[in-house]
């Protein structure tokens, strides 16, 4: 029986959901009465269908209460848009936190700062219908990340750095790749919400794009009623590969048959190398943009994992096979299922805007065929095979996963004869006419019948 593995590469896009609305403490009332000074309220929407997570995996609000909460920039610009030549003049790497809340079924996060910032009053015209003038004066544009973090020197991973309180300009985030891939940090970055109303016109404010921005984002809000709150809509800012969902395995072979099972003993992924150019290991984010630029590189960054104790338990082999009865897992079939267990781990975060790397793949699995005449009552075969994925020249784009597709190529044993007369051998050298296709699957034009 003859084995060949054959790869194939999708992308798929990473799609923000709604996991949990994340409310803040920070209200001093709850009939949406005007005071001459509103507190700056905020709140999180995360994406629950992402799974690009830390060591605890920050996929919606508890989470991300639970690694640290968010940091804040945010500029106070009068009446002009923001342009970003200001410095941090309102906040400047605030760190908001979450506490959960139980009532009775429900759970809530309730968010916090401190020192607790308000809204400018410069006759804006969000105030109540009697405000004098109609100019908006008022304008504070916000900035976010997750996890918080306050990076000092000698920092080897993660979030390394952010841009001082003086950077008159966009502000930044500087993050690296773990060597360890399993150690990697999370980076999540704060787009904008829905966020409440102004206060009696109670339209909605949703932010802009600023130049060359990848999506909407907080800027040039103006007062909201004092429970109005600003909203940040987390994204993932790295690209991933694999991941829990992320790979798939399925086989080819004759779906009649009901003699044969697959089961997989490990799965092992590498980098392959380096690209031409060296492999991307960090970089650095614009929270105005989602833009990463100043790309480091290294030939020498090889990331491995083995996939072995979380294989899924329909695929996975058996801790001891003495007989046929032992090959209670349904095994590899022909329509694809995830390749891991619940738990999500083994996945590879990227740099967006980098070249994808090539990824190098080995599957070792076993092929087993009940068969009563044998001694043990079955045939088994251990296969190994590694097959290099490669993108090409695309590249990693933020808050996307790169999937795969594992495909088995089965190739059944089959017979046919014939009798011919005695002759000659035509055979010359190299140039015999026999030619030996090991391990290639090959594909009989004119197919018999059997297996």
């Not at 690694?67 to 002009?80: C, K, L, R, S």
């Not at 020498?300 to 046929?324: G, H, M, Q, R």
């Amino acid at each position: 029986m003859k084995k060949v593995l054959f790869l194939a590469a999708a992308t798929a896009a990473i799609v923000s959901s709604c996991s949990q609305s994340a409310e803040s403490v920070i209200e001093d009332n709850d009939n949406n009465i005007e005071t001459s000074q509103t507190p700056v309220n905020m709140s999180v929407y995360t994406a629950s269908s992402t799974r690009a997570g830390q060591p605890g995996n920050i996929t919606n609000a508890e989470s991300l209460a639970q690694n640290g909460g968010f940091g804040v920039f945010a500029y106070q610009t009068d009446g002009n848009d923001y342009n970003s030549t200001t410095e941090p003049n309102f906040m400047y790497n605030q760190a908001v936190t979450g506490k959960t809340k139980t009532e009775g079924t429900t759970s809530t996060i309730s968010w916090s700062y401190s020192p607790i910032k308000y809204w400018p009053n410069d006759n804006t015209a969000a105030d109540d219908a009697g405000a004098i003038g109609e100019t908006n004066k008022g304008k504070v544009s916000f900035f976010a990340y997750a996890p918080y973090a306050n990076p000092g020197a000698g920092e080897t991973s993660g979030i390394i750095a952010v841009s001082d309180n003086k950077h008159a300009g966009d502000p930044t985030v500087t993050y690296k790749l773990a060597t360890n891939s399993s150690k990697n940090v999370d980076l999540l970055w704060g787009t904008a919400g829905n966020n409440n109303g102004k206060t009696v016109s109670g339209s909605a404010q949703a932010g802009d794009k600023v130049a060359n921005g990848k999506e909407n984002v907080n800027v040039n809000l103006t007062k909201m009623k004092t429970n109005g709150k600003i909203q940040f809509n987390f994204k993932h800012a790295l690209a991933k590969f694999g991941g829990n969902g992320g790979i798939k395995i399925k086989a080819e072979y004759d779906e009649s048959d009901n003699n044969t099972k697959i089961t997989v003993k490990s799965i092992t992924i590498t980098t392959d190398g380096a690209n031409a150019s060296g492999f991307t290991t960090g970089g650095t984010l614009n929270l105005a943009t989602g833009v990463w630029s100043n790309p480091t590189t290294s030939s020498d960054v090889t990331y491995s994992t083995t996939i072995s104790d979380n294989l899924a338990a329909a695929i996975k082999e058996p801790a001891t096979v003495e007989k046929w009865s032992d090959l209670t897992h349904t095994g590899v079939t022909t329509t694809a299922q995830d390749v891991f267990n619940t738990t999500e781990d083994n996945g590879f975060f990227l740099i967006p805007d980098a070249t994808l790397p090539n990824f190098k793949v080995t599957v070792d699995y076993f092929v087993r065929t009940e068969d009563s005449k044998l001694s043990k009552g079955y045939s088994e075969t251990e296969n190994q095979i590694t097959q290099t994925v490669s993108f090409g020249e695309a590249k990693a784009a933020l808050n996307k996963r790169y999937s795969l597709t594992i495909i088995l190529g089965m190739t059944s044993v089959k017979f046919n004869a014939s009798v011919d007369s005695w002759g000659e051998s035509t055979s010359e050298g190299s140039e015999s006419s026999a030619n030996v296709n090991l391990p290639i699957n090959v594909t009989d034009p004119t197919p018999t019948t059997g297996k």
